[in-house]
């Protein structure tokens, strides 16, 4: 799977899909980066202006549940996820580091070859 089916395995594994419909901004943390599922402005939230949202995973949301997050910018623990959500975590977690890794191997050969 690539990034883009990765995090909309990781939506969809969301115990009701309400809880990102009615958040300004969703994410999650992976590797010390968010990762964006949501973002209605197309932009990242500074971090004072982000809440976190660690209720464990549970197939029925109640209704106060949402209400605290409507209109907030989140970033939803991996607690919140299924199963299925935190095996794609898993694995776009291992892809971003793949990213890195090329990434500076390219950043080493460009340099080396300016030497």
């Given at each position: ?5 990765l ?33 209605r ?16 995973y ?13 209109g ?12 299925r ?9 291992n ?20 030497e």
């Amino acid at each position: 799977m690539n990034r883009e089916e990765l995090i909309q395995e990781i939506k969809w594994s969301l115990p009701d899909k309400r809880l990102l419909d009615v958040v300004n901004f969703g994410a999650i943390k992976l590797n010390g980066e968010l990762v964006v599922l949501k973002s209605r402005e197309g932009r990242i939230p500074q971090a004072q202006d982000r809440i976190r949202y660690d209720k464990p995973y549970k197939p029925f949301i109640q209704k106060e549940d949402i209400a605290e997050i409507q209109g907030k910018n989140v970033v939803f623990s991996p607690d919140t996820f299924s199963r299925r959500g935190l095996l794609a975590m898993a694995k776009l977690s291992n892809l971003m580091m793949e990213e890195y890794y090329e990434e500076l191997e390219r950043e080493h050969t460009f340099r080396g070859r300016g030497e």
